[in-house]
């Protein structure tokens, strides 16, 4: 069975710094992205950062400048770097990646548990 787990999420305080790492395990027959989504109670799930096979990455205007993805496509593996933390960026950050664990015509999303950022002020 496949599944995300991350890791790194807390309290800080504006201004302040945090790591979230996801690491995908399983039997994984391909992978074509990994990223990090964030959703606020009353909201919807929205992209932080994705990184693609093919390097490519994305953010959202948000966080552009302050936040870091990196990928370790040997690994199965995703981080984001949070940098410069304001209020305005708590929420619950998931793990996504978009997989296949049988062949090339079943990638699907999936989705880690999440975890907690919270940004004091």
């Known amino acids: 069975q496949v599944q995300l787990v991350e890791s790194g999420g807390g309290l800080v305080q504006a201004g302040g710094s945090l790591r979230l790492s996801c690491a995908a395990s399983?039997?994984?027959?391909?992978?074509?992205?990994m990223g990090w989504y964030r959703q606020i109670p009353g909201n919807k799930r929205e992209l932080v950062a994705t990184d693609t096979n093919d390097g490519t990455t994305n953010y959202a205007d948000s966080v552009k400048g302050r936040f870091t993805i990196s990928r370790d496509n040997a690994k199965n593996t995703v981080d984001l770097q949070m940098n410069s933390l304001k209020p305005e960026d708590t929420a619950v950050y998931y793990c996504n990646a978009v997989m296949a664990i049988r062949s090339y015509s079943d990638f699907q999303n999936y989705w880690g548990q999440g975890t907690q950022v919270t940004v004091s002020s």
């Open positions: 399983g039997r994984i027959f391909s992978m074509t992205r």
